[in-house]
């Protein structure tokens, strides 16, 4: 993995730890890929640098819990039915990797699923910002923006030039 990409999922990490630190526990469930394993590694050590309790696991491997951050992507066929499964086993709060939302979003079932807890994502809507959401019976609604630094953007243009 180039350094760019590296750092964007530093920055990615980032979001996530933002999304679910006012959560006591959290169980990380990633995909098996490379991008989503940093990932999840990442969140859990910016975590459990703020006395937070959290662990990890493969999304197939996952128990039910009651707060869960989902890592998986990217966006392709087959990636919302991986979701609705990994929602399947959170019972209040599920925070869920972008792609994964979008995903989701368009899979038979999401609705009645995303009833019963409360969803969170984060979207990259406005250059420069990240725009926090929560769903919460099946209605969107946006919780907070988080304004990137040059620095941040920099790291966005430089992963946004590989890709």
């Known amino acids: ?15 996530y730890w933002e999304l679910t630190k006012d959560l006591d526990t959290l169980h990380v469930l990633y995909e098996k890929s490379e991008s989503c394993s940093i990932i999840a590694a990442a969140v859990a050590a910016l975590r459990l640098a703020s006395g937070m309790r959290t662990s990890i696991s493969p999304i197939e ?7 869960g951050l989902v890592l998986a992507g990217p966006y392709r066929e087959g990636l919302g039915e991986l979701v609705l499964k990994a929602l399947g086993k959170i019972r209040n709060v599920a925070v869920l990797h972008t ?3 979008f995903a989701v979003s368009e899979t038979p079932g999401f609705q009645d699923v995303a009833r ?8 990259r809507e406005e250059p420069g ?16 923006i988080r304004k990137l630094s040059s620095y941040e953007q920099r790291i966005v243009r430089m992963y946004e030039q590989l890709v």
Request: net charge negative; hydrophobic share 45%.
């Open 1 to 15: 993995m180039e350094p760019e990409e590296l750092s964007y999922r530093a920055l990615l990490a980032v979001v």
């Open 61 to 67: 491997e996952a128990e039910e819990v009651d707060h």
């Open 99 to 101: 792609p994964a939302y």
């Open 116 to 123: 019963s807890r409360e969803v969170r994502y984060a979207v």
């Open 129 to 144: 910002e990240i725009t926090y959401y929560k769903l919460i019976n099946g209605v969107a609604k946006a919780v907070g």
